[in-house]
């Protein structure tokens, strides 16, 4: 069954960098659209980034333009978003999603499975 998880995490100062991983268990990721959401506590759960299959199209949620970057590698079957300059805004805990044959509305996948992980928790704090 597909299976997704999220790791990377960590506690950071404003304006430091990191690298969050999406990696994917008992599927390929060649078919799937991959995006990124994040919930801060008390927040709903909102959308950050979507790559295409291939990569060839990349979109960001313009609270993060600029500073976010997804990426993929299909042969890792694995899935990257990396953050810098990092605000305490962007503290919360981030989920990927697939979605087979979807493209990036937006910055979203226009479809995703129904499977949330556990997340990884960005802790953004001087």
């Known amino acids: 069954q597909l299976q997704l998880v999220e790791s990377g995490g960590g506690l950071v100062q404003p304006g430091g960098s990191l690298r969050l991983s999406c990696a994917a268990s008992?599927?390929?990721?060649?078919?799937?659209?991959i995006g990124w959401f994040r919930q801060a506590p008390g927040k709903e759960r909102e959308g950050v980034s979507c790559?295409?299959?291939?990569?060839?199209?990349?979109n960001y949620a313009d609270s993060v333009k600029g500073r976010f970057s997804i990426s993929r590698d299909n042969a890792k079957n694995v899935v990257y978003l990396q953050m810098d300059s990092l605000k305490p805004e962007d503290t919360a805990v981030y989920y990927c999603?697939?979605?087979?044959?979807?493209?990036?509305?937006?910055?979203?996948?226009?479809?995703?499975?129904?499977?949330w992980g556990q997340g990884t928790q960005v802790t953004v704090s001087s």
């Open positions: 790559i295409s299959t291939r990569g060839g199209s990349t």
């Open positions: 999603v697939a979605g087979r044959g979807s493209y990036c509305s937006g910055y979203v996948p226009s479809r995703y499975e129904d499977y």
């Open positions: 008992g599927f390929s990721l060649d078919y799937y659209a």
